[in-house]
């Protein structure tokens, strides 16, 4: 996959226009620089080399290869947003996020190669990833260098992503922030819990409504780490109704929790627009309250 650039100044050196105006990381332009991958109007150029503007600057990224065989998923997506650099998808639940041993075949991963045709030489690159119980909105980017680029941009105020959930119990005070260190429970599991030896961990919330001793809860995450919102409304006595891994699993929620992924505010890397994005919250988490 090709990233073309077209210099606007004249006299820059190109690893100044590669690092400052295309975003390419240190260790990309080192590896691009000694397999040739660096090419100023179709020739391989030092990367010391001083340009002319409306020279044509091209990364050639190297091919790479899913971790498990793809296989088409038919899969009918909602997808809020596309342009040819990234996709936004608000995924249903439960679907894993990725192919897996577990989930070979049922996958957003292997319906995503499904909806953009079984290109031979496609490559799934989630930007954000969301647990196979939680829905909502997912960026896949369609490029190594715009994956490198918005991965870069998550937590900052160019990528905020708002969760809604629904919660045992009511949060008092109705709105407020929870710090508290996240941590792995042991090597061998999956689950998190809140430890003074964690990773700062910060999720602002504020409750929408309540009704029959649940809450509507819209939260903001500072920090990403694994299973935060659910480790946090745990730790503080509000758990995610249907959440078997820190709360009760619910059969009204077969395979899934109250989670969802509901809105989406990113700065696009190529065109510097605003997109501010919406995933209606499904009918099956609206009918626990």
């Known amino acids: 996959m090709n990233v073309d650039y077209i210099v606007q100044q004249e006299g820059r050196r190109l690893r100044d226009v590669l690092r400052r105006d295309m975003g390419v990381s240190y260790s990309a332009m080192k590896s691009a620089k000694w397999d040739n991958r660096i090419l100023v109007d179709g020739v391989p150029t030092p990367v010391n080399a001083p340009l002319h503007a409306g020279q044509v600057v091209t990364m050639l990224w190297p091919e790479e290869k899913p971790v498990y065989q793809l296989r088409p998923y038919d899969l009918a997506l909602d997808i809020p947003y596309e342009d040819e650099h990234l996709l936004v998808i608000n995924k249903p639940a439960p679907l894993a996020s990725q192919s897996s041993a577990a989930y070979p075949d049922d996958s957003l991963e292997n319906a995503a190669f499904a ?17 196979k119980g939680t829905s909502g909105l997912m960026v896949v980017a369609k490029t190594p260098h715009m994956q490198h680029l918005l991965q870069k941009q998550l937590h900052t105020e160019a990528f905020q992503r708002i969760y809604l ?22 090597e061998a599991s999956i689950r998190r819990q809140v430890c003074p030896e964690g990773r700062p961990s910060v999720t602002h919330y504020q409750v929408e409504k309540a009704s029959g001793g649940r809450a509507l809860v819209r939260l903001r995450l500072e920090t990403g780490r694994t299973h935060q919102i659910r480790v946090h409304m745990s730790h503080m006595g509000w758990p995610v109704c249907g959440d078997f891994l820190y709360g009760s699993e619910l059969p009204e929620l077969p395979g899934r929790f109250a989670l969802h992924s509901a809105e989406l505010v990113l700065v696009h890397p190529m065109t510097g627009e605003t997109l501010h994005l919406h995933a209606q919250l499904p009918e099956a988490l609206t009918s626990l309250l």
């Open 115 to 131: 909806y953009m045709g079984c290109p031979k030489d496609y490559v799934y690159r989630p930007v954000n990833r969301l647990d």
């Open 165 to 186: 959930a629904v919660v045992e119990g009511v949060p008092e005070p109705a709105c407020g922030t929870v710090d508290a260190p996240i941590a792995k429970v042991e």
